[in-house]
């Protein structure tokens, strides 16, 4: 993610500010000997992904500043953690010419504070039972100096912008769809009946990684059987059963956007009767929602499309007797924005504008008959409509089959 992609950013944020607005951004710390991952905000205005840094911008007699903070370098941690971030470097990444040093926030920010009437900060959310986040922490000296300056949540000023993809946004996500696609064919050419479902993670991990995207977007859901009617299951270590049905939620990573891709296969060679049935009355419904999408209409919508949509299928498969009782069945939403995040920033009851993406992912869940169907697209909302960006990726059920049937 370079300059000429966050500048742009950084200048429609600007517009959104009026006098004595600012933002504070803190990148994520780096935990010892974990992964880095970067905050998405951060990542998303700077381009950096590098831990240990703070972004200040703000609107002040109507002009615009922002400026970094980076780490000091130590030179006996070098050996270590390697060399840090340099200005220079800093700067030719994102683009934002004044660098200062974290040693230098707090003095800055006091200088700044008295101009200052909102902050817009990564605060997050902390659970009673957790510390605050870093960003709480890091401004409480603000709060306890300076109660008339507002602290708020960056996402509602920063929702807008990030639900709003670009062109090179969307080439990233399609990359990871590319990707996600390609390895659950590996999967379904070569899952057998016996195997662990942790085996079929590995092969869609390889695909991933032999491809240059070396990071999921989120835990992958790899479920036979029963499993896939628990929503969230995310051990993947049973052992896949004859005739069972596998359920595959995935999505790796590209410059930090994700796909979220599902799609179920039977480990034998066809769809049993019954699972066929189940699979045929999701796709449908899924399709039909698909149909929908388009500028103006709001994710609520498309539940309830979903909702009536599963229930009379739901009715004629023998599994309940009124519509109103598919919550036994299908119980989560059928869309959530994508995108930096797998469960990006959008809102149920915002109106879908062209350049939105999202998700359509129907499902059953029926412990009683060990049996969970979803299927899942990511879908780019256009003027006229909505482009699939998975389209891809097989569900139709004789091509599923067709695949299973050459897997020796
Ligand atoms: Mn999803």
Sequence with gaps: MTA???APRRERLAELLSDGENLIVFANS??????????KNFLYLTGLNHPELIYVAGKFGGRFND??????SDPERIVWEGEKLSPEEATRISGIKRVRYLDEFYTTLSAMCPMMKVIHANLGFAALNQPPTLAMHMLQPVRDRHPQIEIRQLNDLIAPLRKLKDAWEIQQLQKAIDVTGQGILDIMGSAR???????LEATLFYRMQDSGLHTWGFAPIIAAGINAATLHYDKNNCQIGKNELVLMDVGADCNGYSADITRCFPIGTKFTARQKQIYQAVLDAQKKVIASVKPGIKLSELNEITKKGLAQAAISLGLIDSEDQIGRYYMHGVSHFLGLDTHDLGGREAALEAGNVITVEPGLYIPEERIGVRIEDDV?????GHKVLSAKIPKEIKDIEKIRRQVT
């Design 193 to 199: 009946p016996g195997m662990m479902e942790y085996q």
């Design 380 to 384: 780019l909302v256009t003027k006229t």
């Design 30 to 39: 780096q935990g010892k000997l974990q992964k880095f991952s970067q905050d």
């Design 67 to 72: 400026m970094l903070f980076i780490e000091r």
């Design 4 to 6: 000429e992609i966050t």
